[in-house]
């Protein structure tokens, strides 16, 4: 077997979703943002949390729901907590909440996201050889393609991206055809290492 050179990506969000609604105070739909800050309502016997959101124009208020008349012994005690003191990492979790959107039916863009690369050497073994992987590692859902990725991480255009892909140069696991492949936690990109992709390669390194 042969000791390669195996990278994880690790794609960290910069800024959280835009919820679109309309306001009440502007008189149409407008962007809501992120206030990274939770309501708590008690109600005899239950508790309502809601995240809130601002108008980007108005700055007036929309809750989302994320617990509604619930009992409070339904809430573990380490997160109400967190909820109480407004942990960010919490707002960050529900913020990429696609079941909590449904819930409020709000429509909410992720394309607006963008991200921080952080990137971590591996050594591994593979039976392959000439062969260069890629582990990505995201927490939060994204709504990006393999080809807008490496474009944007490796400043190559996405033109040269897709023709490497429909070589077979550039994979997503075993699937050769891997154009309009969404970026997901836990898959592989992997790079043939032909000499003639070592511009390619040194991007990536």
């Known amino acids: 077997m042969s000791c390669l050179n195996k990278y994880q990506w690790e794609l960290v969000p910069q800024n959280l979703p835009i919820v679109k609604r309309s306001c009440p105070k502007c008189n149409e739909k407008t962007n809501y943002i992120n206030s990274e800050k939770f309501r ?8 309502d ?12 208020t929309w809750n989302m729901t994320i617990y509604e008349r619930i009992k409070p012994c339904n809430v573990s005690k380490h997160e109400y907590n967190r909820f109480l003191s407004n942990d960010r990492e919490l707002a960050r979790e529900y913020a990429f909440n696609s079941s909590i959107y449904s819930k409020n039916k709000a429509e909410v863009f992720l394309d607006n996201i963008s991200y921080r690369l952080v ?29 807008k990725l ?38 592989e990109i992997h790079v043939l290492q032909a000499v003639k992709n070592i511009e390619f390669l040194k991007g990536i390194i």
Do not use: H
């Open 40 to 47: 708590i309502n008690a109600n005899k016997n239950s508790i």
């Open 150 to 187: 490496l474009s944007d991480i490796l400043g190559i255009s996405r033109s040269k991206i897709k023709g490497m892909i429909e070589k077979g140069i550039v994979f997503v696991n075993d699937n050769k055809n891997s154009s309009n492949i969404k970026v997901r936690c836990g898959m």
């Open 119 to 147: 990137q971590r050497k591996l050594d591994t073994y593979y039976i392959k050889e000439n062969e260069l992987v890629i582990e990505i590692i995201c927490k939060y859902p994204i709504d990006l393609r393999v080809d």
């Open 49 to 60: 949390i809601w995240l809130i959101y601002k108008c980007e124009k108005c700055k007036s």
